[in-house]
């Protein structure tokens, strides 16, 4: 594959700081299950040629045991194994419920959680004692389970404690290297005008350890988004989900957690989009060369994640969540994409 490199967005300096490739990956999603072998392989080199040893991949439920026991792990096999044949790291994202499995409130949709705990749980072993062979150890249990769109039943901390907890046990017990982190949370609200919203990603983990968490999580993740359009270090730590990281660390310090981790497991911004949030490329540029170089200065942190390789297929153009790519859907590389290559180590 050749892809042709791109000039740092004009106001942009990222070469010489070297960081490493190690705090940095994708966030692929569930969209790199569905590519043709052509474009997961494109997308695959992408991730390699900018330095960025890993990538965020949904081990999708609802298709891999769509009845149980009947499995099928066709589509998450050929990511795996397209990452590792690259030397890329793999955080799997066990997630979305099978209709047999779902809550009777929620049944309708696959971001249902499920009825029993241990159904999920069961599922977790079994994705666990499948890829930890083939050098995959870490995995993040559920997407935002803070915010509706992906907890249909109505976000609620204790409710997710309740499915943490067996995962957890059940992914240890397949493999003793699994790395196990909490669902990364959502950006949510404005601790100022509203300081009880119990979707705040830093009420959340409180109310997570209040239900029982401790001893149930290796790392924290969290997504960090900047308060968009705004830069990544603007506005006040009540809406800023990037400098609430910190927050969230002195959480897990007064909790006995201090020396965990905080993963960040989606970060990054749109552009193309008439949507409000939608900024320019070089923008877009900034913010992930600033977003990225603020959190390798911390010292609590792991990776972050940038949402995404390349924008969506269908490419709606109200639609933000379709242009969050390094790349557009053409495969033409933005100018964020040769910063994050100048900003890595390789």
Not at 46 to 72: C, F, Q
Not at 88 to 100: E, G, K, R, S
Not at 264 to 276: L, R
Request: hydrophobic share 40%; aromatic share 12%.
């Amino acid at each position: 594959m050749v892809l042709v490199l791109l000039g740092c967005a004009r106001g942009v300096s990222s070469r010489g700081v070297g960081i490493s490739g190690n705090r940095a990956g994708f966030s692929g999603g569930g969209e790199l299950l569905w590519e043709s072998d052509g474009e997961l392989a494109r997308d695959m080199d992408t991730i390699a040629i900018t330095g960025a040893k890993w990538v965020r991949l949904d081990v999708d439920w609802k298709s891999v045991e769509s009845s149980p026991g009947a499995w099928n792990w066709r589509y998450t096999d050929r990511v795996v194994n397209a990452a590792r044949s690259r030397g890329i790291q793999v955080l799997l994202v066990p997630t979305y419920t099978p209709p047999w499995a779902r809550q009777g409130v929620c049944a309708g949709t696959m971001y249902c959680p499920p009825a029993d705990p241990g159904a999920f749980a069961n599922f977790v072993f079994a994705t666990v004692a499948r890829y930890a062979p083939v050098g995959v150890h870490s995995y993040e249990i559920w997407n935002e389970p803070n915010w509706d769109p992906w907890w249909a039943s109505g976000p609620n901390a204790a409710a997710y404690v309740q499915l943490l907890k067996p995962a957890y046990l059940k992914a240890h017990q397949a493999d003793p290297f699994a790395r196990v982190l909490t669902g990364g949370l959502a950006p949510h609200g404005d601790l100022a005008a509203n300081p009880g919203d119990p979707r705040s990603p830093v009420n959340f983990l409180q109310a997570m350890y209040n239900a029982g968490a401790r001893g149930y999580f290796d790392a924290f993740g969290i997504h960090p988004y900047p308060p968009l359009p705004h830069a990544p270090l603007s506005g006040t730590l009540g809406w800023n989900a990037l400098l609430q990281t910190q927050t969230e660390h002195d959480i897990m310090a007064r909790n006995g957690d201090g020396w965990k981790e905080i993963w960040g497991t989606e970060y990054g911004a749109p552009t193309g989009s008439t949507d409000p949030k939608a900024v320019s490329t070089g923008t877009q540029a900034q913010y992930i060369t600033d977003g990225l170089r603020w959190w390798a200065g911390e010292p609590y942190t792991g990776p972050l994640f940038i949402h995404t390789v390349r924008d969506a297929p269908t490419n709606d153009p109200g639609d933000w969540h379709h242009h969050m790519g390094l790349l557009n859907i053409n495969f033409t590389p933005k100018p964020a994409f040769s910063v994050l290559t100048n900003l890595l180590a390789h």
